[in-house]
């Protein structure tokens, strides 16, 4: 279980990484085009379509599991985080299972979109024909690890022992 936890956890720190420059990605491209607009009245031909497709995705789900890790997430908590004994650990237990549960969903789903349009040469037509299975496989990638770690987190020993 050491090493399965050692590689979900570089392979989490490699796609926050992608994430956040994704996001570098985005403020350079949106500044720029910004900058050449008003200077050069040029703008950035690919900067909205490079954005929506690939780099908003890649933002929006690349670091979700590095940011569950390291208890960066939102979350709404409607009941008290620790309970005592057995009874708590069933509780904790779920409430890692369930959202695990709806992204393994959301995986499946949309990894069959994102294969489905690999398979089907799907385009979105722009300034660049830009190839959109590429830019959906970005959402199961991101989300399927995140249930990686939610799976990880569940079921490791010692993991979820009341304090």
């Not at 040029?42 to 390291?70: G, H, K, N, Y």
Request: glycine share 10%; charged share 20%.
């Amino acid at each position: 279980m050491k090493v399965f936890e050692k590689i979900l956890t570089k392979l989490e720190d490699i796609l926050h990484l992608g994430g956040c420059l994704g996001l570098i990605a985005v403020a350079v491209l949106i500044n720029g085009d910004i900058l050449l607009r008003l200077f050069f009245n040029r703008p950035v031909q690919i900067q909205f379509e490079l954005t929506e497709l690939f780099l908003m995705p890649a933002v929006a789900t690349l670091s979700l599991s590095r940011v569950f890790r390291d208890g960066g997430h939102l979350a709404l908590d409607f009941m008290p985080d620790r309970w005592p004994g057995g009874l708590g650990r069933v509780i904790a237990k779920i409430r890692l299972l369930l959202p695990a549960a709806f992204f393994a969903a959301l995986t499946w789903m949309s990894g069959k979109f994102a294969l489905k349009a690999i398979a089907h040469g799907e385009i979105e037509y722009g300034v660049i024909d830009w190839p959109l299975g590429w830019a959906y496989a970005l959402i199961p990638l991101g989300c399927g690890v995140l249930v990686l770690r939610l799976l990880h987190d569940a079921l490791r020993e010692g993991a979820l022992e009341q304090t």
